[in-house]
């Protein structure tokens, strides 16, 4: 594809800078510089080292917090770009007293919206889609980790917003669960091509879900690297041991290597 023939941006990062105060009163620098356009339906991973704002830059975006310097422009058909996004945590987050499906149910809940009948019907086939349909009338602590972290994805995408961002979501996964969900992801973005804005850990994980993949410095994080991965798509599990994908894993590795050692000197 052609730069001519590239979607048009749908968030505009641009020179954007985050610092604050923390408990102590200490002068905090937590993002430098960052400029980064992504495309509508576009499936973008950052990656960088602990304490790099990675999760801090999701936060912006979704305006859970504000950036010091900088500017955010969104190109959506809403009037409030905000409301255009689901997020997925780190941790599902879900209410202990609601089951599976009133979880699920809790944005439009929130938004105060009237009748249930579409919305309940949205949500059971979001959740039969992430494999729970015969856990809808359950509660959070009758399922595993990987299962409560399927709900979490189904309540982002109860509103179907056209972009999602997910903090960290299969990190407190086992690798077996981490996989799968990532095989799951893949396929919930095949079917919508939503724009996703994903922060990982995991170089592999990047690579194997990601059209481009962002390399952050340590603190304060700026982009020192993005990489555009070439693999096609539909993606499977067996692309891992590829050599293309290991020249990526590879690639990346190296960047963050480079930077942790400028960090260290």
């Known amino acids: 594809m052609t730069s001519a023939e590239q979607p048009p941006p749908i968030i505009e990062i641009d020179h954007v800078d985050k610092q ?31 304490g790099c704002g990675k999760s801090t830059l999701l936060k912006i975006v979704n305006g859970l917090e504000h950036h010091t310097g900088g500017v955010l422009r969104f190109h959506t058909d809403s009037e409030d770009p905000r409301q255009a996004m689901g997020m997925v945590f780190q941790q599902p987050l879900l209410l202990p007293w609601r089951t599976i499906l009133d979880n699920v149910l809790l944005p439009r809940d929130l938004r ?26 359950r509660h959070p602590k009758e399922l595993s980790g990987g299962m409560q972290q399927r709900v979490g ?41 939503k724009t996703v804005l994903f922060v990982t850990h995991s170089i592999s994980e990047a690579v194997l879900l990601s059209d481009r993949v ?50 260290t000197t």
């Open 153 to 193: 994805i189904a309540r982002a995408l109860m509103h179907d917003p056209p972009i999602l961002l997910m903090d960290e979501p299969f990190g407190a996964l086992d690798a077996m669960t981490r996989d799968q969900m990532s095989l799951e992801l893949l396929q919930i973005w095949e079917r919508d091509r």
């Open 214 to 263: 962002v390399v952050m410095s340590s603190r304060p994080g700026r982009i020192v690297s993005v990489v555009d991965v070439g693999l096609p798509r539909p993606r499977r599990l067996s692309d891992i041991n590829t050599e293309q994908f290991g020249a990526y894993v590879k690639e990346i590795r190296t960047t963050l290597d480079s930077q942790h050692e400028l960090a």
């Open 112 to 137: 105060g919206r009237a009748g249930r009948g579409a919305d309940v019907e949205r949500a059971k086939t979001l959740l039969r889609t992430l494999r729970l349909g015969d856990f809808m009338d």
């Open 20 to 50: 604050y105060r923390s408990r102590r009163a200490e002068a905090v620098h937590a993002l430098k510089d960052v400029s980064l356009s992504i495309r509508d339906g576009e499936f973008v991973s950052i990656v960088g080292p602990s």
